[in-house]
């Protein structure tokens, strides 16, 4: 796993994009501080910089230098959850600009995965995460579901978990600071 680990930050600290197993789903990541890697994400998904990606982090010391304010109520949604949760956050800061949504808000999640948690520690910086197709097509439930467009897209594909099968993405919770929660997807 260390030489999977050094191989992805090599590519990630160059700006590269990555083909990587999450807790949820494959994933296509950068360093999410670096615009001009998270350009080449939306370029390589065709999708427009509107819709926002969702970004990773190891634990929550790295989400709270990430997030200006992190609502309570955020840590008990992480504590309580059976599955993998992502939160939308207002006012994220040392982000890359076009990561951040229109309305200034940020949909991170806490990794669970030790494979994630170990890179994004060993990278210091938070890593994009948004699912390894081209917008629009089916999201991959495994490795040998992701299209060849995708393959040749990215800079490294990691050589782990390719075995596992049915991965399904995040729950995705909109938690605003003034304290209104809206549930985005189950």
Same mark, same amino acid.
């Given at each position: ?11 990630? !600290? ?9 807790? +949820? ?7 999410? @501080? ?14 427009? #910089? ?8 190891? /634990? ?11 609502? #309570? ?12 949760? @992502? ?8 982000? !890359? ?8 808000? %940020? ?19 938070? %890593?994009?995460? +948004? ?27 990691? /050589?782990?978990?390719? #075995?596992?099968? /049915? ?9 605003? +600071? ?9």
């Amino acid at each position: 796993m260390t030489e999977e680990i050094n191989n992805a930050i090599e590519v990630l !600290a160059a700006g590269g994009l990555i083909l990587y197993p999450t807790d +949820t789903i494959w994933g296509i990541g950068c360093d999410a @501080t670096n615009e001009q890697a998270v350009q080449k994400v939306y370029d390589l998904k065709q999708r427009e #910089d509107s819709k926002a990606l969702i970004c990773l982090v190891a /634990n929550d010391g790295m989400l709270e230098r990430y997030i200006s304010k992190v609502p #309570d109520l955020a840590y008990d949604i992480m504590d309580l959850s059976t599955k993998p949760t @992502t939160i939308i956050y207002d006012e994220p800061k040392g982000i !890359a600009k076009n990561l951040v949504a229109q309305d200034n808000t %940020l949909a991170v999640r806490v990794a669970s995965d030790k494979f994630c948690q170990y890179l994004i520690n060993k990278f210091k910086k938070p %890593l994009v995460s +948004t699912s390894a197709n081209i917008s629009g097509e089916p999201t991959p439930q495994n490795f040998g579901q992701i299209s060849q467009p995708i393959f040749k897209g990215v800079d490294y594909i990691v /050589n782990l978990q390719q #075995d596992n099968q /049915n991965g399904s993405p995040s729950a995705i919770i909109k938690l605003s +600071t003034d304290g209104k929660v809206k549930v985005i997807r189950k």
